[in-house]
């Protein structure tokens, strides 16, 4: 059945060093694909939606020069945390619409 | 006011009874409505999915959702310890695919005491 994957699951880095999360949605295509992010005890908040060949669109607040999204093929699309620092590290979650609208397993970054 | 208000609980009720879960939300142009579970450090799960008002079974679990009182439930029968998790009702005007994300309630935390 149609599942959106994450890799990795989880990631600890040292800050100023940058990290790619990959999003891929297996048996089914995803033109748009989601981006959230999670902090303990709170709602998911959208960050940016990201489109198969065009740049992504953020929300208010979201700095897209920190958070680089490229979503390269139907099946996948990445987020890059550049330059990470302590207060980057949160619970990202990426999803993409099959029925309903489907969430990755999430993947948990610690910045150092 | 937000767009969508959930009680973040925690709601604890004895395995077996009924729980029911609820958001209000303020925006009329609402058409979808999504319930999710979501387990410690898990990403959501879809569990419910309906358009409009209505209701909608699926096992234990039925949704409702009355358009006109802006209020949706989620009930869960016959629960069981497995179901505690946090409960996320989410919504959005559009299909749920295009340009619009979904907006969410903060989530409502389940016990479910054996």
């Known amino acids: 059945g149609a599942v959106v994957s994450q890799h990795p699951s989880w990631v600890i880095c040292k800050s100023g060093t940058s990290v790619k999360i990959e999003c891929r949605s297996l048996?089914?295509?995803?033109?748009?694909m989601f981006w959230y992010r999670q902090f303990p005890k709170q709602s998911l908040m959208l960050m940016a939606t990201?489109?198969?060949?065009?740049?992504?669109?953020?929300e208010q607040g979201v700095e897209k020069d920190k958070f680089l999204i490229n979503h390269a093929s139907l099946t996948l699309s990445t987020l890059t945390v550049t330059s990470a620092h302590p207060e980057d590290s949160s619970f990202y979650i990426c999803?993409?619409?099959?029925?309903?609208?489907?969430f990755g397993p999430g993947t948990r970054l610690t910045v150092l | 006011q937000k767009e969508v208000e959930q009680d973040p609980g925690p709601l604890s009720v004895p395995e077996g009874a009924i729980v029911s879960l609820n958001c209000t939300y303020s925006?009329?142009?609402?058409?979808?409505f999504m319930w999710y579970r979501q387990y410690s450090r898990k990403g959501p799960e879809l569990l419910m999915y309906t358009y409009s008002s209505g209701n909608k079974e699926d096992g234990r679990f039925t949704a409702q959702v009355d358009k006109s009182s802006k209020y949706i439930s989620l009930f869960i029968r016959d629960s069981q310890p497995s179901d505690s998790a946090t409960y996320l009702c989410?919504?959005?005007?559009?299909?749920?695919?295009?340009?619009?994300?979904?907006?969410f309630g903060k989530g409502t935390h389940l016990i479910i005491q054996p």
């Open positions: 990201s489109n198969e060949g065009s740049k992504a669109t953020y």
């Open positions: 925006n009329s142009a609402f058409q979808y």
């Open positions: 048996d089914f295509q995803a033109t748009t």
């Open positions: 989410a919504m959005s005007a559009g299909s749920g695919g295009g340009a619009d994300g979904l907006t």
């Open positions: 999803s993409a619409r099959d029925r309903g609208r489907l």
